[in-house]
């Protein structure tokens, strides 16, 4: 339970000093936090999982889970300093603690997603991963938008945790009374496939589909991700929906995998197919560039669920793999977004014309994140699309590769609209809109870890490698 | 790693990239030493390579890539950067480097942001070189992808005309070739080696392990051959190389119809005819078809355009679908006369762009029905004009006659009807080919002044001058001396004629 108590321990000092610090005396916590947390992931990293497992095998603690957890806290991490300079405005600063904890608790939260081997703690895991992000969408308190958004997510959260719920009761029902993972799927193999376990299944799909935005339950992501606070949208649109796909993997493999090829491969066939194609064709059409990123990252759920279809080692250490240089990508992308919305107030993508010319990091930061989103060599992006391909590839099924075609026909229809942002910024003779600034050092700081992980990840083979070894060491595909 | 020469290839390009990248767009003479520099080395690079290739093979190495080096990247998926040369990717790096060293004199004075071109410019040739030295087929197809996608800001930012909509279609089209060709090579990784050996992506070991299952090779071969066709603009999808030329600045219309489209013939041969050679002898006979459309559509296109871009650029089409046809032909002496019209039109074509780009440059019109005789206004560039128009339609001493006659020669070999009237068809195109290209010499050299503000135009600059003169070297040293590009590829056909015989 190392990461989980870590992160509860940064929560409740965070909690401490924010209570008993007056209104004017908060800023400290951005560093303290930052660094805290830093120093929290690279201990989480560093300390070997001891394979243990807790509350009666409730709870799983192994190589890959730790992994996955660390993907996580990057992404967290480049949301506390992107988060940084609009959290000490003036409208928000006395809640700054908040945003922190809230943050903390969510990922809290996800921590036990990822571990959990009993449906209880699952449930538990997934709504502390929720519904804080309710709160954290509505912290614009005097924005209209906010207000908007935050209602549209807590009832999505709270109607989709209710039909997984549903779902949840059929399996119970088909199990004979467990929830552990491990007794279901002894039970789903001994017995028959039946019409309520195919309802159940089509339950949970959708319950966690909510949470990934996979279409056709994507309909709340775009209004949400415009209204919410730029950096907790990109918070949302990378560790949250990160969180969802590990444990969309780990339930469909250890709980479902012996109906996979039956059953779930063709709803998940059809779903992935939809929500690549679909995400990509809105986006096209957007002006606003957090909506377009919604959109984006609609399409986006779809490559990182292709892992879910191998269903393999491979499969899984290439969807790690793909989630962390996601993180980079989309985190850039965002840092650029909300950097430029702090200073000037502009998100449209009209704005963005002639930026080069006035802020021309900010500029190449951009192009790159949208290269790597697009997958174009020899960016991260690449190299996270193309794993991922193989790895759904190697069962040389005609139908597989059918979808692989797919995909990779949408990719370049995403290229045109990422090429769109690159056009706004590089081509587009209009005098630009947004005057030369200098980006903070939280934002800089940001930028830059973007840049090097969107440079070098895919470059540097050794993080897909360790990914791969510790899904190797951990034995998450069989039955526990 | 760093004692192979060939790794300098790539690692001279990003080094290029990191000296511009401390340069300011300011200072144009800091900018400039970097590219020359650069480009010096790579050219020399190149030569040295040819030679020291042709003394090893002089002293008896047979085998078929030499200079080969392989290190471990992505190990659970058994991806390494390997690297090896033959003959032909020999002579395709030295033409990417005198392509790349003339393409640096002829943007001398390129404008806004002449920093960032040339980091762009850069890393297409990085991306080119990486192609041409790669053996294994991922770093192929990344190299493939990494010359690809600077054409969108190259074209989009410096180009001229329509540029946005030319940039977005030609990065579409290709990306979408691309995206087939990805497809492609997956399927041949499955199927790489037999039931229980180790998958590879090495092409050398693919060849070896002759391993793709027959019901799976006609599929993959449409994907691979249709994806690097798309590059070497074969009929239907030829249609982003006319826009995206006459739209791109000057040196990226050399890289790009110089060596990038070559870039899809050398796919086509390497990897769509070289691993799956049993489709490559069932499904030819298609692409004959397709491809025999584009050589005689795309001389037709020229005839009746007025623009000199578009002209070149269909031209252009018309010779790399020359170089796809005589490649499906199959045997040694077509392939022979493909390689070589690879070279020939990679300078011809490269020199033809620089040209239009000097003209342009002065003239501020590419119109032919605006200009005329420019021969007595400023005769170096005409006279340059017409060598490269005399070495496009085959005049005996340059190196497209050369060329064109070897690939007929070689496909009049295959005795069947279908092969004989296409080869006819074909061989008609020469005939469009002078038409297109005596007009344009009569209309935009000859002739009378059309526009009396054309009278106080100059003539070629010393940097124009210089990058004129290399390339005119080169397609007339081919056209002398073909004998020893015979000498230097003749062993790299053995092994591909060799699994097209076994697959019968």
């Given at each position: 339970?190392?990461?989980?108590?870590?992160?509860?321990?940064?929560?409740?000092i965070v909690f401490l000093c924010d209570t008993f610090t007056p209104d004017n005396g908060k800023k400290f916590l951005t560093p303290l936090t930052s660094v805290l947390f830093?120093?929290?992931?690279?201990?989480?990293?560093?300390?070997?999982?001891?394979?243990?497992?807790?509350?009666?095998?409730?709870?799983?603690?192994?190589?890959?889970?730790?992994?996955?957890?660390?993907?996580?806290?990057?992404?967290?991490?480049?949301?506390?300093?992107?988060?940084?300079?609009?959290?000490?405005?003036?409208?928000?600063?006395?809640?700054?603690?908040?945003?922190?904890?809230?943050?903390?608790?969510?990922?809290?939260?996800?921590?036990?997603?990822?571990?959990?081997?009993?449906?209880?703690?699952?449930?538990?895991?997934?709504?502390?991963?929720?519904?804080?992000?309710?709160?954290?969408?509505?912290?614009?308190?005097?924005?209209?938008?906010?207000?908007?958004?935050?209602?549209?997510?807590?009832?999505?959260?709270?109607?989709?945790?209710?039909?997984?719920?549903?779902?949840?009761?059929?399996?119970?029902?088909?199990?004979?009374?467990?929830?552990?993972?491990?007794?279901i799927a002894a039970q789903i193999s001994a017995g028959e496939m039946s019409g309520l376990l195919l309802f159940a299944l089509a339950f949970v799909l959708a319950g966690i589909?909510?949470?990934?935005?996979?279409?056709?339950?994507?309909?709340?992501?775009?209004?949400?991700?415009?209204?919410?606070?730029?950096?907790?949208?990109?918070?949302?649109?990378?560790?949250?929906?990160?969180?969802?796909?590990?444990?969309?993997?780990?339930?469909?493999?250890?709980?479902?995998?012996?109906?996979?090829?039956?059953?779930?491969?063709?709803?998940?066939?059809?779903?992935?197919?939809?929500?690549?194609?679909?995400?990509?064709?809105?986006?096209?059409?957007?002006?606003?560039?957090?909506?377009?990123?919604?959109?984006?990252?609609?399409?986006?759920?779809?490559?990182?669920?292709?892992?879910?279809?191998?269903?393999?080692?491979?499969?899984?250490?290439?969807?790690?793999?793909?989630?962390?240089?996601?993180?980079?990508?989309?985190?850039?992308?965002?840092?650029?977004?909300?950097?430029?919305?702090?200073?000037?107030?502009?998100?449209?993508?009209?704005?963005?014309?002639?930026?080069?010319?006035?802020?021309?990091?900010?500029?190449?930061?951009?192009?790159?994140?949208?290269?790597?989103?697009?997958?174009?060599?020899?960016?991260?992006?690449?190299?996270?699309?193309?794993?991922?391909?193989?790895?759904?590839?190697?069962?040389?099924?005609?139908?597989?590769?059918?979808?692989?075609?797919?995909?990779?026909?949408?990719?370049?229809?995403?290229?045109?609209?990422?090429l769109l942002v690159v056009k706004a910024m590089w081509i587009s003779s209009d005098a630009p809109k947004i005057e030369s600034f200098k980006a903070g050092c939280t934002e800089?700081?940001?930028?830059?870890?973007?840049?090097?992980?969107?440079?070098?990840?895919?470059?540097?083979?050794?993080?897909?490698?360790?990914?791969?070894?510790?899904?190797?060491?951990?034995?998450?595909?069989?039955?526990? | 790693?760093?004692?192979?020469?060939?790794?300098?290839?790539?690692?001279?390009?990003?080094?290029?990239?990191?000296?511009?990248?401390?340069?300011?767009?300011?200072?144009?003479?800091?900018?400039?030493?970097?590219?020359?520099?650069?480009?010096?080395?790579?050219?020399?690079?190149?030569?040295?390579?040819?030679?020291?290739?042709?003394?090893?093979?002089?002293?008896?190495?047979?085998?078929?890539?030499?200079?080969?080096?392989?290190?471990?990247?992505?190990?659970?998926?058994?991806?390494?950067?390997?690297?090896?040369?033959?003959?032909?990717?020999?002579?395709?790096?030295?033409?990417?480097?005198?392509?790349?060293?003339?393409?640096?004199?002829?943007?001398?004075?390129?404008?806004?942001?002449?920093?960032?071109?040339?980091?762009?410019?850069?890393?297409?040739?990085?991306?080119?070189?990486?192609?041409?030295?790669?053996?294994?087929?991922?770093?192929?197809?990344?190299?493939?992808?990494?010359?690809?996608?600077?054409?969108?800001?190259?074209?989009?930012?410096?180009?001229?005309?329509?540029?946005?909509?030319?940039?977005?279609?030609?990065?579409?089209?290709?990306?979408?070739?691309?995206?087939?060709?990805?497809?492609?090579?997956?399927?041949?990784?499955?199927?790489?080696?037999?039931?229980?050996?180790?998958?590879?992506?090495?092409?050398?070991?693919?060849?070896?392990?002759?391993?793709?299952?027959?019901?799976?090779?006609?599929?993959?071969?449409?994907?691979?051959?249709?994806?690097?066709?798309?590059?070497?603009?074969?009929?239907?999808?030829?249609?982003?190389?006319?826009?995206?030329?006459?739209?791109?600045?000057?040196?990226?219309?050399?890289?790009?119809?110089?060596?990038?489209?070559?870039?899809?013939?050398?796919?086509?041969?390497?990897?769509?005819?070289?691993?799956?050679?049993?489709?490559?002898?069932?499904?030819?006979?298609?692409?004959?078809?397709?491809?025999?459309?584009?050589?005689?559509?795309?001389?037709?296109?020229?005839?009746?355009?007025?623009?000199?871009?578009?002209?070149?650029?269909?031209?252009?089409?018309?010779?790399?679908?020359?170089?796809?046809?005589?490649?499906?032909?199959?045997?040694?002496?077509?392939?022979?006369?493909?390689?070589?019209?690879?070279?020939?039109?990679?300078?011809?074509?490269?020199?033809?762009?620089?040209?239009?780009?000097?003209?342009?440059?002065?003239?501020?019109?590419?119109?032919?029905?605006?200009?005329?005789?420019?021969?007595?206004?400023?005769?170096?560039?005409?006279?340059?004009?017409?060598?490269?128009?005399?070495?496009?339609?085959?005049?005996?001493?340059?190196?497209?006659?050369?060329?064109?006659?070897?690939?007929?020669?070689?496909?009049?070999?295959?005795?069947?009807?279908?092969?004989?009237?296409?080869?006819?068809?074909?061989?008609?195109?020469?005939?469009?080919?002078?038409?297109?290209?005596?007009?344009?010499?009569?209309?935009?050299?000859?002739?009378?002044?059309?526009?009396?503000?054309?009278?106080?135009?100059?003539?070629?600059?010393?940097?124009?001058?210089?990058?004129?003169?290399?390339?005119?070297?080169?397609?007339?040293?081919?056209?002398?001396?073909?004998?020893?590009?015979?000498?230097?590829?003749?062993?790299?056909?053995?092994?591909?004629?060799?699994?097209?015989?076994?697959?019968?």
């Amino acid at each position: 339970m190392l990461p989980e108590l870590i992160i509860l321990g940064i929560f409740l000092i965070v909690f401490l000093c924010d209570t008993f610090t007056p209104d004017n005396g908060k800023k400290f916590l951005t560093p303290l936090t930052s660094v805290l947390f830093l120093l929290a992931t690279v201990a989480i990293w560093i300390v070997p999982s001891c394979q243990e497992s807790v509350f009666g095998g409730m709870y799983v603690d192994n190589a890959a889970c730790k992994a996955m957890k660390c993907v996580l806290n990057v992404g967290a991490f480049i949301c506390f300093l992107e988060a940084s300079k609009w959290i000490s405005t003036k409208e928000v600063v006395i809640r700054k603690g908040e945003f922190f904890e809230l943050i903390l608790i969510t990922l809290f939260g996800m921590y036990l997603m990822i571990s959990a081997r009993h449906f209880l703690l699952f449930i538990i895991g997934l709504e502390s991963a929720s519904l804080p992000i309710a709160a954290l969408v509505a912290f614009n308190k005097h924005k209209y938008e906010s207000h908007e958004a935050a209602i549209k997510y807590i009832m999505t959260a709270v109607f989709s945790s209710a039909i997984l719920l549903t779902g949840l009761s059929f399996v119970y029902a088909f199990s004979g009374g467990s929830l552990y993972f491990s007794d279901i799927a002894a039970q789903i193999s001994a017995g028959e496939m039946s019409g309520l376990l195919l309802f159940a299944l089509a339950f949970v799909l959708a319950g966690i589909g909510f949470k990934l935005s996979l279409v056709p339950f994507h309909l709340w992501t775009a209004d949400v991700y415009q209204g919410a606070p730029t950096a907790v949208t990109a918070y949302l649109s990378v560790v949250s929906k990160g969180a969802a796909a590990f444990a969309f993997f780990i339930i469909f493999v250890q709980v479902f995998g012996q109906v996979y090829s039956a059953a779930w491969e063709w709803m998940l066939y059809a779903v992935i197919i939809a929500t690549i194609t679909i995400g990509n064709l809105f986006a096209m059409r957007q002006k606003n560039m957090k909506r377009f990123m919604a959109f984006s990252s609609v399409s986006q759920a779809g490559y990182v669920m292709l892992g879910a279809m191998a269903a393999d080692e491979l499969g899984l250490a290439s969807m790690m793999f793909y989630i962390l240089v996601y993180v980079v990508s989309n985190l850039g992308a965002f840092a650029v977004i909300s950097t430029i919305e702090d200073r000037t107030g502009y998100v449209g993508m009209d704005d963005y014309n002639g930026l080069h010319k006035t802020n021309p990091y900010l500029a190449v930061a951009m192009t790159l994140a949208m290269f790597s989103l697009a997958g174009i060599p020899p960016f991260a992006g690449f190299f996270s699309k193309i794993l991922i391909f193989t790895s759904v590839t190697g069962t040389n099924s005609m139908a597989l590769y059918m979808l692989v075609l797919i995909a990779l026909i949408n990719t370049i229809i995403s290229l045109y609209y990422y090429l769109l942002v690159v056009k706004a910024m590089w081509i587009s003779s209009d005098a630009p809109k947004i005057e030369s600034f200098k980006a903070g050092c939280t934002e800089k700081t940001a930028l830059w870890i973007c840049v090097l992980g969107i440079v070098f990840l895919g470059l540097v083979s050794y993080v897909y490698q360790y990914f791969v070894s510790s899904v190797g060491a951990s034995a998450l595909l069989s039955l526990n | 790693m760093f004692g192979n020469i060939l790794i300098w290839f790539v690692i001279i390009p990003v080094l290029m990239m990191a000296g511009l990248g401390v340069c300011r767009n300011s200072s144009m003479a800091a900018i400039r030493a970097v590219m020359v520099i650069g480009s010096t080395i790579l050219l020399a690079l190149a030569i040295w390579l040819c030679v020291d290739f042709l003394a090893l093979r002089g002293a008896g190495v047979d085998d078929e890539m030499l200079f080969t080096g392989s290190w471990m990247w992505y190990a659970p998926l058994n991806i390494h950067l390997a690297v090896g040369v033959d003959g032909i990717s020999v002579l395709m790096l030295l033409l990417s480097a005198v392509i790349v060293f003339a393409g640096t004199f002829a943007s001398w004075k390129i404008n806004p942001l002449p920093k960032n071109f040339f980091l762009w410019f850069a890393l297409l040739s990085t991306g080119v070189f990486g192609f041409f030295i790669s053996i294994d087929m991922f770093t192929m197809f990344m190299f493939y992808e990494v010359a690809l996608i600077p054409m969108y800001l190259l074209i989009g930012v410096w180009g001229t005309g329509r540029k946005e909509y030319s940039a977005m279609k030609l990065t579409l089209m290709l990306m979408g070739g691309s995206a087939f060709l990805m497809l492609g090579l997956l399927g041949i990784y499955w199927h790489s080696a037999p039931a229980g050996g180790e998958l590879t992506w090495n092409i050398l070991e693919i060849a070896r392990n002759n391993a793709v299952d027959p019901s799976w090779q006609n599929l993959l071969f449409c994907f691979t051959f249709v994806g690097f066709g798309v590059l070497g603009a074969m009929f239907p999808f030829h249609t982003w190389s006319p826009d995206g030329h006459a739209c791109a600045p000057t040196a990226v219309s050399m890289l790009h119809a110089g060596v990038l489209m070559k870039l899809g013939g050398y796919g086509c041969f390497r990897i769509a005819i070289y691993l799956l050679p049993a489709a490559a002898n069932e499904l030819a006979w298609i692409f004959i078809i397709l491809t025999g459309i584009s050589v005689v559509y795309g001389a037709f296109s020229a005839c009746v355009q007025t623009d000199l871009k578009y002209i070149n650029a269909y031209s252009s089409v018309s010779h790399c679908g020359m170089v796809l046809f005589a490649l499906l032909m199959l045997n040694q002496t077509a392939m022979t006369g493909a390689i070589l019209q690879m070279l020939s039109h990679g300078l011809m074509t490269a020199l033809f762009f620089a040209l239009i780009g000097m003209i342009y440059g002065r003239t501020h019109t590419r119109d032919i029905r605006e200009m005329g005789g420019l021969m007595q206004i400023m005769p170096y560039l005409g006279v340059c004009y017409m060598i490269a128009g005399f070495a496009s339609l085959g005049l005996p001493g340059l190196s497209g006659f050369v060329a064109e006659m070897t690939i007929f020669f070689g496909a009049w070999e295959d005795a069947d009807m279908f092969h004989r009237a296409f080869v006819v068809a074909a061989t008609c195109s020469i005939v469009i080919t002078a038409v297109y290209i005596l007009r344009v010499v009569g209309k935009l050299l000859l002739g009378k002044v059309h526009d009396e503000h054309h009278l106080q135009l100059t003539d070629a600059t010393w940097f124009e001058r210089f990058s004129t003169v290399t390339l005119i070297v080169c397609i007339a040293g081919i056209g002398f001396f073909p004998n020893w590009i015979n000498e230097t590829i003749q062993h790299s056909f053995l092994p591909i004629i060799h699994a097209l015989q076994n697959a019968i």
